[in-house]
């Protein structure tokens, strides 16, 4: 089992700040996703990262894939309220598509 | 991407009695798993539902007390047995193949 350490925890900004959430584990991941969760609603898949090195963008987010995969990047600029949710990312085991997450970043774009 | 819904969305049920969480993919997935996440939380795996087959648990579940179904590749259900207050929380069912899964809505269950 893959541990995955998602930093920071809690992350209170104001509206237009740009902020970075990161995930970090010792293993390589053969992919990693992070996904957007809101109150009374299931995860949402926001992107797949595969590939060392891969960089997508998704409007104002902007996620990053290690060389070695063993670490992955949100970057989201000029945050916005709607931007508020937990912000988690989770490993894939390649053997059996079971996915590890990490502990989770509670975003609240305060307007 | 696949749509997945979940019945019932939430219940309040007592202590010692079992509640089934029925989870429903709108197109055929090749995984189906359960998880439980507290509010506000991360969440942990409990098995992998496995088509025609039993279920594969996650260290810390038993099939005793968390039996599961798949009989095909767009249904399960997980049953919470002879529940406890401690087996309040978010369940959340999830379908998918290698890189990419869809969550369902959760059940919210609270046991007095």
């Known amino acids: 089992t893959q541990l995955l350490e998602q930093s920071p925890q809690f992350l209170s900004i104001q509206e237009g700040e740009n902020l970075t959430v990161y995930c970090n584990s010792s293993?390589?991941?053969?992919?990693l996703q992070w996904y957007r969760q809101e109150p009374g609603e299931g995860p949402v898949l926001l992107v797949t990262?595969?590939?060392?090195?891969e960089v997508k963008k998704l409007k104002r987010l902007t996620f990053q894939f290690g060389d070695a995969r063993k670490d992955s990047s949100l970057h989201i600029t000029a945050a916005q309220p709607g931007d508020t949710g937990l912000y988690l990312c989770?490993?894939?085991?390649?053997?059996?598509?079971?996915?590890?997450f990490g502990k989770g970043t509670l975003l609240t774009v305060n307007p | 991407s696949a749509v997945i819904s979940q019945k019932p969305s939430r219940d309040i049920c007592q202590r010692g009695t079992s509640l089934t969480i029925q989870c429903q993919v709108d197109?055929?997935?090749?995984?189906m798993f359960w998880y439980r996440q507290q509010p506000g939380q991360s969440l942990t795996l409990i098995a992998t539902?496995?088509?025609?087959?039993?279920?594969?648990?996650e260290s810390g579940f038993v099939i005793d007390k968390f039996p599961i179904s798949r009989p095909n590749l767009t249904f399960s259900t997980l049953t919470v047995s002879n529940m406890s207050p401690e087996d309040s929380s978010i369940y959340l069912c999830?379908?998918?193949?290698?890189?990419?899964?869809?969550f369902g809505p959760g059940t919210r269950l609270t046991v007095l």
């Open positions: 989770a490993a894939a085991d390649g053997s059996n598509y079971k996915l590890t």
């Open positions: 539902a496995n088509q025609g087959s039993e279920a594969t648990y």
């Open positions: 999830s379908g998918g193949g290698r890189n990419e899964q869809f």
């Open positions: 197109s055929q997935v090749t995984m």
């Open positions: 990262v595969v590939t060392g090195g």
């Open positions: 293993s390589v991941f053969s992919s």
